[in-house]
């Protein structure tokens, strides 16, 4: 079995958007470990889905996530 230049790029493409994928997702893992009350790790969930690909949306989501 050949490996080409296309299909080495075309992994790379997958495992960077699943790497972009989990970071986005981090908040809501985090709420999840931290033991947020349900409704609050749903609103932290949403949050990340919903803005997690701005800069701001994401880091505001994870503080909420971490915080007491």
């Known amino acids: 079995m050949r490996i080409d230049a ?3 790029l075309t992994v790379k493409y997958i495992v960077a958007a699943m790497v ?3 970071i986005i997702l981090a908040p809501a893992y985090l709420a999840a ?3 947020k ?3 609050d790790a ?3 969930r949403v949050a990340s889905w919903l ?3 701005t800069g701001v949306g ?3 989501a994870l503080i909420w996530a971490i915080r007491k």
Do not use: D, E, P
């Open 6 to 8: 296309n299909t080495i």
């Open 20 to 22: 972009l994928v989990l």
């Open 33 to 35: 470990q931290t033991k």
């Open 37 to 39: 009350a349900k409704a």
């Open 42 to 44: 749903m609103r932290v």
């Open 51 to 53: 803005f997690g690909w």
């Open 58 to 60: 994401w880091l505001l």
